[in-house]
């Protein structure tokens, strides 16, 4: 059963910075691909960075290429969502997902499992 457990929310004004935390058990994650997914209220939920966890190749969203960074280690099955330089726009509750697959992909129903999120508060 793999379960996946976000932290690292919380409230922050804007420009500054969270670490997000997302440990993983229940598999060897070395044929999946991790991604954050966010979702604000009244909206959909959206990809924000995903991560092959063999190899470590990443793909961003455009609105967070620069700000944000998608890492992990291997030693702790702990995938790491870096936020820098953040806006109002980036309050949401975080998802942390998984992907059994090799190919990343941004798309929410590709993802096969999902932790329950952490809140990100950015005040302006």
């Known amino acids: ?27 060897t994650f070395s044929s999946y691909v991790m991604g954050w997914f966010r979702q604000a209220p009244g909206k959909e939920r959206e990809f924000v960075a995903a991560l092959r966890w063999s190899g470590g190749t990443t793909d961003y969203a455009d609105s967070v290429k620069g700000r944000f960074t998608i890492s992990r280690d291997n ?27 090799v190919l990343a992909v941004t798309t929410e129903r590709a993802y096969d499992y999902w932790g329950q999120g952490t809140q990100v508060t950015v005040s302006s």
């Open 1 to 27: 059963q793999v379960q996946l457990v976000e932290s690292g929310g919380g409230l922050v004004q804007a420009g500054g910075s969270l670490r997000l935390s997302c440990v993983a058990s229940g598999r």
């Open 75 to 101: 030693a702790k099955n702990t995938m790491y969502l870096q936020m820098i330089s953040l806006k109002p726009e980036d309050a949401a509750v975080y998802y942390c997902a998984a992907r059994r697959s």
